[in-house]
């Protein structure tokens, strides 16, 4: 019987790592003809129309940003000036998002990437720090892929040879897909800034770094690599729960409209977690 060769990937999403053809990857696609008429968008911001290129005053603004087509009459400015006051306005918004805890500067950065990273990859420690917290904390017996791959091991290994056969690597894969991979979609991440930065993932890969099985008891490092698209779709500005909020209307503004076209990108975490468990 032959053991399971290692280090070895056990799960991959459907959804490719680095899709950049996904929806929510595309950018300074839409005109403004088809940002009003589709989107619904000509109230888009209190301080400034992207659409004139005018500052606003409180008197410019709608009682609904749904009901008119107000025009502010304020100074004229250019598209770099219009684009560097949305970006202040989108950083503004995102506080309500993200009120308390070690992750809620986390939205502040990730917009500010949006403006100067031309679209380059997103990677920060606090990224890292929450998905590794998630895994560890998720103790679902149903939904976490650690207590359930934590489960898969000790009913797989030949625990005469300690060994994990290469011939149930299935196993662990089926272990993972009955499961629900990390997410940011708790009650706490609607407030805590994860839910603004992350919320869904979009690919997931997982890998067993070390397995040592000795007198009964086995010890697994196992690394996530996770994915995530910092962009939004057609699909979420049409969704009232976005469209709603001053701050997607302007998200998806500075992305899409093809005078500004602000290039989304990925978003990586990783993290290495250890899996014990004894023979039962």
């Known amino acids: 019987m032959t053991t399971l060769q ?76 219009c684009a560097a006051m949305l970006f202040d306005e989108f950083r503004s918004l995102s506080r309500k998002f993200s009120l308390y805890g070690p992750y809620s500067h986390l939205i502040e950065k990730m917009i500010s990437h949006m403006q100067n990273g031309n679209g380059t990859p997103f990677r920060d420690m606090s990224l890292d720090r929450a998905l590794k917290e998630h895994i560890i904390r998720d103790n679902s017996q149903e939904n976490s892929t650690r207590v359930l791959l934590q489960k898969a091991f000790e009913d797989n290994i ?54 040592h099985i000795d007198n009964n008891r086995y010890r697994a490092v196992v690394h996530y690599k996770v994915q995530d698209h910092f962009g939004l779709d057609s699909d979420d500005i049409t969704k009232t729960k976005f469209s709603q909020f001053h701050f997607f209307r302007i998200w998806f503004v500075l992305q899409r409209y093809n005078q500004f076209g602000f290039k989304p990108f990925m978003t990586n975490m990783e993290a290495t977690v250890e899996i014990t468990g004894t023979r039962k």
């Open 6 to 81: 290692l280090p070895c990937t056990i799960f991959k999403t459907k959804q490719w790592m680095d899709d950049y053809g996904a929806k929510d990857m595309r950018c300074g696609d839409l005109t403004e003809a088809q940002l009003k008429s589709q989107y619904r968008l000509d109230y888009i911001s209190d301080r400034v129309d992207p659409w004139t290129l005018t500052r606003r005053s409180s008197m410019d603004r709608p009682q609904s940003m749904f009901c008119c087509n107000l025009r502010g009459q304020g100074e004229k400015i250019t598209h770099q000036q």
């Open 158 to 211: 030949e625990w005469e040879n300690n060994i994990y056969p290469s011939i149930e690597k299935a196993k662990l894969y089926e272990a993972i897909s009955g499961g629900k991979l990390p997410k940011f979609d708790r009650f706490q991440d609607n407030f805590n800034g994860m839910g603004i930065t992350v919320h869904d993932t979009w690919a997931t890969h997982i890998t067993i770094k070390s397995l």
